[in-house]
């Protein structure tokens, strides 16, 4: 990988218009980087903690150093890198690199990110993940997922939820991906939620929604199947939402959500149960909020 790595800096170097001091002062940053990726234009920042294997690796494209605007040595590579050279770079065993790359090759329409996608969706590979102030550890597939959707829904106001809606139904690619999430084992809630709202999948996907929604607890598939396959379902339903909020798995979502599947049953014991256990609160920017 190393030597992979060194022969891709080469290429850029002399088939760029970088003189040789601007391209060795960039290799030199990308070497001597810390630990935070930041993409000012969207506000995420990556961070990626280096394992004693990786310390010693010295490729030239270690880490991404931390400045005013670490953003100018992606567009710089981005823009000088080949899109072999940047399916090389998906490869790093450093995985901010790769998520580098694998953002590089979206901006570039690449033609089969889904095999990207798919490649890191197996892996399981995380970088630490900083949003503003949220700050958890993410999926590489899952970071390329968001840089996707928003990639496709670079041209339309942040206003237009009707043109946004229909660009992400009707969106092939999108689709393709979505269904690889649904089906993985494990999947980063955040885009298995985004997987199962408003799209209804074929009849094939229900046995693993259910799987999801009944066997995991998922109150994203739970909710899938209260909107689109209630008929059969209502125990099944009922008795997952109740086990959810016993658990205390609902400190996340507004409980009006719940609060509604279960009242619409109109089941006097269920009833008690919501007055009891979910009482309406005032609304938490900090949860999830959502509707049915």
């Known amino acids: 990988m190393k030597k992979i790595i060194y022969i891709i800096l080469l290429t850029i170097t002399y088939s760029s218009c970088l003189t040789a001091q601007e391209a060795h002062e960039l290799i030199t940053n990308l070497e001597k980087a810390d630990t935070f990726y930041n993409f000012p234009s969207n506000n995420i920042y990556l961070q990626y903690s280096v394992s004693d294997s990786l310390a010693n690796d010295r490729t030239l494209l270690k880490q991404l150093r931390k400045k005013e605007d670490p953003h100018h040595d992606f567009e710089l590579l981005k823009s000088?890198?080949?899109?072999?050279?940047l399916l090389e770079l998906t490869k790093s065993s450093n995985k901010i690199v790769a998520s580098y790359a694998g953002w590089g090759l979206i901006d570039r329409e690449y033609k089969d990110i889904l095999k990207i996608f798919n490649y890191?969706?197996?892996?399981?590979?995380?970088?630490?993940?900083?949003?503003?102030?949220?700050?958890?550890?993410?999926?590489?597939?899952?970071?390329?997922?968001?840089?996707?959707?928003q990639q496709i829904l670079s041209g339309v106001g942040t206003t237009d939820f009707k043109r946004s809606k229909e660009i992400l139904l009707n969106d092939t690619l999108l689709f393709k991906m979505d269904s690889l999430v649904v089906f993985k084992k494990d999947s980063d809630n955040l885009i298995l939620r985004e997987a199962l709202y408003n799209r209804v999948y074929s009849s094939n996907f229900l046995p693993r929604i259910k799987q999801l929604a009944f066997n995991d607890l998922n109150i994203d598939a739970v909710k899938y199947i209260f909107k689109n396959h209630l008929q059969g379902n209502e125990k099944s339903i009922q008795a997952t939402l109740i086990r959810y909020v016993e658990e205390g798995r609902n400190k996340y979502y507004r409980n009006e959500v719940i609060r509604t599947m279960l009242l619409s049953f109109k089941n006097e014991k269920i009833n008690q149960f919501v007055l009891e256990k979910l009482p309406k609160t005032k609304k938490n920017p900090y949860l999830i909020r959502d509707k049915l």
Do not use: P
């Open 120 to 149: 890191f969706l197996n892996s399981d590979d995380e970088v630490y993940s900083a949003t503003g102030c949220l700050r958890r550890n993410r999926y590489v597939y899952s970071i390329l997922y968001t840089k996707y959707r």
């Open 80 to 85: 000088k890198a080949t899109t072999q050279e």
